[in-house]
């Protein structure tokens, strides 16, 4: 049972351009959010999260949107680098209990020159 | 901020020796430490959550006795993969969870010949 859903396995956007990443979440105890960029053979990198008492959350180049009724969220990255080029992760976890992180599968994004 | 060191980052072994993978929170302490295994072009799986001083808790699926977790210290959790065998070849990855929030190792890339 996959309770976070990345269905994009990849993404190429245009530099400079807006890069979506989207995550779909089924369970609905989750309550604290979360991006990672990850590259090969390294461990993710912390990007921006949020929780569920809001609906969006800002740093830099980066915007999560939580739209909580669709158990839908959403990473936007303006304008996008080519460093950007990376596995994203999103995951999600629930400030009870073990408050273990669920990932999705991943989105491959490329940014392209 | 917060820093895990993880060691080694790659190891190749024979099937049926024991690996240990290594993970310290570098200036912080880590009540919880998360053990996540990924497979490529995959997700990262939680493998199971350790709690300082006590005994781990294993996600359905991971044999608790084939994936030894100790958690002697608030700074230090290894896990040891013992009679490895070539199906045990993946990418492991821990977090430790403080003030900060979560944070990841560098990984370990396992491979069992």
């Known amino acids: 049972d996959q309770q976070v859903k990345q269905n994009s396995p990849s993404l190429s956007v245009q530099e400079g351009r807006i890069s979506i990443l989207n995550c779909d979440y089924t369970n609905s105890m989750f309550d604290y959010f979360l991006w990672y960029k990850k590259y090969p053979a390294e461990g993710p990198t912390f990007l921006i999260s949020i929780s569920s008492i809001k609906d969006k959350n800002e740093d830099g180049r980066f915007t999560v949107f939580l739209n909580k009724s669709a158990k839908h969220l959403s990473l936007h990255i303006v304008p996008s680098q080519p460093g950007d080029s990376a596995v994203y992760f999103c995951a999600a976890s629930s400030f009870q209990g073990a408050q273990k992180l669920v990932f999705g599968q991943g989105t491959r994004l490329t940014i392209n020159p | 901020g917060a820093v895990v060191s993880q060691h080694p980052s790659w190891v190749i072994c024979k099937s049926g020796t024991s690996v240990k993978i290594e993970c310290r929170s570098l200036d912080f302490q880590a009540t919880t430490m998360f053990w996540y295994r990924q497979f490529p072009k995959q997700s990262l799986m939680l493998m199971a959550t350790?709690?300082?001083?006590?005994?781990?808790?294993?996600e359905q699926g991971v044999e608790k006795d084939k994936f030894l977790i100790n958690h002697a210290s608030l700074t230090l959790s290894t896990l040891t993969v013992t009679s490895a065998h070539p199906e045990d070849s993946s990418f492991y990855i821990c977090?430790?969870?403080?003030?900060?929030?979560?944070?990841f190792g560098s990984g370990t890339r396992l491979t069992v010949v």
């Open positions: 977090s430790a969870r403080g003030s900060y929030g979560y944070t």
């Open positions: 350790s709690n300082e001083g006590s005994k781990a808790t294993y």
